[in-house]
């Protein structure tokens, strides 16, 4: 076998085919018997016979050096867990290559693939393979491995392409039309109207239950001895920060609880970015990650690629970080939980004394960690969790709650909840 690498980090590989291995073999025995009998036709016939594969070798070698192979996502494709993209991929070759030609890549299983014969002038080849990823992640496609044979079909010539490609997969997302956040409309749980206050002064009035009091008119207060608010003009839509649980409880963690809370803020993350309002994520995870408010596209990938690596590893409560980060949130906040926090009613209503809109989708753990038909149990934890969401709600939280079997898909139909809802 020879190797040989090229100029762009390629490495090349030379094996005979079996046909090949039939030809030395017989051009080795034909020698031997040539040199046995000396008889001249048949050292012709032996140095023939070796003398092919070489002619393969160095056609197969001027062949090989034209061959290119891309890989690449189509642009704006947005690979998503469960469902199925593709990936393009083109093999070039030179008018010395053979017709015959397979990539064997890794995408990310090995996979081989045959790419059609040349025509006319044409030397490049385009095929489309699909891809699907049962899990969220971030991956890399390759190396790849292109395989020709010589014009003879003797030899095989197979060259390694090292680079690599990273794809990120999102988690699994759903439509959310029935959830309280809309673009144009007055959002639950929230005590002003879509806009974001700017900084233009508009006018004064009569102060109302439930107006911010940061905006409250001192000036005028000292004055008249009435309370009067300042009003702003409208411009631009609210911001939501989408704040995801992800604290480690217990020893083990329930693999399908922690996907369907990651699959919650994901499908928020992109009602909220149809809908056009700015958003960031911040994640209750051991790093405390999050990204930033901006006004294109941008916020929402950072945001779907970071929930597609987010472990469910962090140590404090989730009303600590939200009360924590409080200050950069924007005007409202959605709260996806999935473990117990005592302190959560406490920090909603922090919140809403704040101005800010809040919205929670509270995971009925229970469901995914009891067995259905466990009895007093399962009654128990669902009583339990109804007391949870009423605390939430009396502290002025729009609740909606994921449980199974319905899962993240339940958030599309606006119900408080399922079976923990009929409890309370």
Not at 50 to 57: H, I, V
Not at 210 to 227: C, M
Not at 367 to 386: D, V, W
């Amino acid at each position: 076998m020879l190797r040989r690498a090229g100029r762009d980090g390629s490495r090349l590989s030379v094996r005979p085919t079996s046909a090949g291995w039939q030809v030395l073999a017989a051009g080795a025995l034909v020698f031997f018997v040539a040199r046995l009998i000396g008889t001249t036709q048949f050292h012709q016939l032996a140095y023939a016979l070796l003398a092919l594969p070489f002619a393969s070798l160095v056609l197969g070698i001027a062949g090989s050096r034209g061959v290119r192979f891309s890989r690449s996502v189509p642009p704006g494709t947005h690979l998503t867990a469960g469902e199925t993209s593709a990936v393009v991929l083109e093999l070039s070759r030179t008018r010395f290559g053979a017709s015959r030609a397979e990539v064997v890549d890794r995408l990310p299983e090995p996979r081989t693939l045959k790419f059609p014969p040349p025509r006319g002038g044409n030397r490049t080849a385009v095929l489309e393979a699909p891809l699907s990823f049962p899990r969220r992640g971030v991956y890399e496609l390759g190396p790849a491995e292109t395989r020709i044979s010589d014009p003879f079909g003797l030899l095989g010539f197979s060259r390694t392409f090292r680079e690599k490609t990273e794809v990120v997969v999102y988690p699994k997302t759903y439509p959310l039309p029935g959830f309280p956040l809309r673009g144009g409309d007055m959002e639950a749980g929230s005590r002003g109207s879509r806009g974001q206050r700017g900084d233009e002064f508009a006018s004064l009035r009569e102060y109302r239950r439930g107006d911010d009091r940061r905006h409250i008119h001192w000036k005028s207060v000292a004055r008249t001895g009435e309370l009067f608010v300042k009003e702003f003009s409208l411009e631009a839509p609210r911001r939501h920060t989408v704040v995801l649980d992800a604290r480690r409880e217990g020893i083990r963690t329930n693999e399908g609880e922690v996907e369907d809370a990651v699959s919650a803020a994901a499908s928020v993350l992109r009602h909220l970015s149809r809908e056009r309002l700015p958003l960031r994520l911040l994640c209750a995870n051991a790093a405390a990650q999050a990204t930033e408010f901006g006004n294109d596209d941008a916020p929402y990938r950072e945001s779907m690629r970071l929930l597609a690596q987010v472990r469910a590893d962090g140590a404090r409560h989730l009303s600590e970080v939200v009360l924590e980060g409080r200050g950069g949130l924007g005007e409202g906040v959605v709260i996806v939980s999935r473990t117990r926090d005592a302190g959560l009613p406490a920090a909603v209503r922090s919140l809403r004394d704040a101005g800010l809109s809040v919205v929670v989708v509270a995971l009925a753990t229970y469901t995914y960690r009891t067995p259905p038909g466990s009895g007093g149990a399962a009654q128990g934890r669902g009583e339990e969790f109804a007391r949870s969401l009423r605390l939430l709600e009396a502290a002025g939280a729009t609740v909606r709650v994921v449980d199974q079997p319905n899962g993240v898909g339940g958030l599309s139909g606006g119900r408080r909840s399922a079976r923990a809802g009929s409890n309370g």
